[in-house]
């Protein structure tokens, strides 16, 4: 059975202390009651050493928000996969539309970061998805096919069973517009496809794929609903312990 996952992308937001204020509120809460599924936060490089002390791992992963495309050496600025790995933190997301957009990273970038993720012992959050403009000009699935094809179908079939996908149409993320659920259940089942076109049913049953894009305790039970998507993907609302479990609660 594929794993069930809702995962928190905090994005460039929380100083020190309100991430950690944050972690522990989500920690004692989820410790009390046990969420039904896997729950990840994924938080600026600066809180990973200080929540790793005390968040309970067995049922909150963490993750960063990106690594570098360089395994050590004078790159001023960036964190390397075992820098990450060091903090503690299990997970990291790559590839997501902010840093494909802003920051110009390619298909040969992400290949790269996803290699020394993995070397590394992480687990990625591989993310996905179309413009608006693309979509519609009804080009969504060969722009995420081409976007699996450019840095994470490279891999071998064990290497790839650690890749989560995140599919973020970019037209939904932060807008307040959200893919209906059967759009989004159309891309998800597209998407297992092509996973299984190239590795076989198995790892595509096995593979889990997260909807990311305006995601909020409202929509989430319509979205998980759907045989396709085993979680989300969430911005703004892991930014509030309450907001968070109510999108977690979706799977109760």
């Known amino acids: 059975m594929r794993k069930k996952i809702v995962a928190g992308n905090w994005k460039m937001n ?3 202390q309100d991430g950690i204020a944050l972690a522990k509120e989500l920690n004692e809460t989820l410790n009390n009651e046990k969420p039904n599924c896997g729950v990840v936060i994924c938080t600026p490089f600066i809180h990973l050493a200080s929540i790793a002390q005390f ?27 075992e820098m990450v790995k060091s903090t503690g933190a299990q997970y990291v997301i790559l590839g ?28 990625v959050i591989f993310c996905i998805g179309e413009s608006l403009e693309e979509r519609e000009a009804n080009r969504q699935n060969e722009v995420v096919k081409a976007e699996l094809e450019g840095s994470v179908f490279n891999l071998s079939e064990e290497d790839f069973r650690k890749i989560v996908i995140a599919y973020e149409p970019i037209w939904a993320i932060g807008t307040g517009k959200t893919a209906t659920a059967e759009q989004a259940e159309e891309i998800h089942a597209y998407i297992r496809s092509i996973i299984a076109e190239k590795y076989g049913q198995a790892v595509a049953d096995d593979t889990s794929i997260l909807y990311g894009g305006s995601c909020k305790a409202s929509n989430a039970p319509e979205l998980f609903a759907k045989p396709d998507i085993d979680g989300g993907l969430i911005g703004g609302a892991s930014l509030k312990a309450a907001d968070f479990k109510g999108i977690i609660d979706a799977w109760k």
Do not use: W
């Not at 968040?55 to 390397?80: H, M, P, R, W, Y």
């Not at 840093?99 to 012992?121: F, I, M, Q, S, W």
């Open 55 to 81: 968040l309970n791992q067995d049922i909150i992963g963490l993750g960063a928000e990106n690594c570098a495309d360089k395994e050590k050496g004078a790159f001023t600025g960036e964190v390397s996969a």
């Open 14 to 16: 929380m100083n020190l």
């Open 96 to 123: 997501h539309s902010e840093r494909r957009e802003y920051y110009k990273e390619t298909p040969e970038v992400l290949r790269e970061k996803v290699l020394l993720a993995l070397k590394n012992g992480l687990k």
